[in-house]
T-cell receptor, first 114, second 114 residues
Framework: SQQGEEDPQALSIQEGENATMNCSYKTSINNLQWYRQNSGRGLVHLILIRSNEREKHSGRLRVTLDTSKKSSSLLITASRAADTASYFC??????????????FGQGTRLTINP | DTGVSQDPRHKITKRGQNVTFRCDPISEHNRLYWYRQTLGQGPEFLTYFQNEAQLEKSRLLSDRFSAERPKGSFSTLEIQRTEQGDSAMYLCASNPAVEADEQYFGPGTRLTVT
């Protein structure tokens, strides 16, 4: 079952604009990750934020985490056509012996128009 | 290339046939995961291996599904008596046992059951 929801489900913006995607989750977490998936391909890890962090940056990416609201946001600044993809948030769920499975949201389909 | 590889990339089969997929993780990673992703959804966890031991299975993994990792290196996922509902992308991911939060995904195997 999905951990939570992402909002919006689809987003279309012009190249150069900023894109913001939101993720809500249901249970307590150790960390939250964002992944990107180009059409028909595997997932690529973008950034991880731990539960004791509130904000993290990586290049044009900015992630925030609000554990009191069980929500996170991913901001992509100065978007490029190559950013067109689906973006998923994933929370960790303990399996066994320190291993964790990822529990994904439904994703946001981002389209950057040239 | 030292990433996770999966074979085949695409498989079309008729209902009732058996199919087998292969995943080769990153060589030093002893943790291996299988996920299934249906159209428009995020990936869902199927099963987890630590070395050759299968330590966790989702209830999504019906008795028609079996996974192995015989020597703790590559893994296979077999689906017997395929059904149209098995049509999905099957993703493999791996990570090392130490400081392992991020998972490294392969390109996936797209299964179409006709």
């Amino acid at each position: 079952s999905q951990q939570g929801e992402e909002d919006p489900q689809a987003l279309s913006i012009q190249e150069g604009e900023n894109a913001t995607m939101n993720c809500s989750y249901k249970t307590s977490i150790n960390n939250l990750q964002w992944y990107r998936q180009n059409s028909g391909r595997g997932l690529v890890h973008l950034i991880l934020i731990r539960s004791n962090e509130r904000e993290k940056h990586s290049g044009r990416l900015r992630v925030t985490l609000d554990t009191s609201k069980k929500s996170s946001s991913l901001l992509i600044t100065a978007s490029r056509a190559a950013d067109t993809a689906s973006y998923f948030c994933a929370t960790d769920a303990f399996i066994i012996q320190g291993a964790q499975k990822l529990v994904f949201g439904q994703g946001t389909r981002l389209t950057i128009n040239p | 290339d030292t990433g996770v590889s999966q074979d085949p990339r695409h498989k079309i089969t008729k209902r009732g046939q058996n199919v087998t997929f292969r995943c080769d993780p990153i060589s030093e990673h002893n943790r291996l995961y299988w996920y299934r992703q249906t159209l428009g959804q995020g990936p869902e966890f199927l099963t987890y291996f630590q070395n050759e031991a299968q330590l966790e299975k989702s209830r999504l993994l019906s008795d028609r599904f079996s996974a192995e990792r015989p020597k703790g290196s590559f893994s296979t996922l077999e689906i017997q008596r395929t059904e149209q509902g098995d049509s999905a992308m099957y993703l493999c991911a791996s990570n090392p046992a130490v400081e392992a939060d991020e998972q490294y995904f392969g390109p996936g195997t797209r299964l179409t059951v006709t």
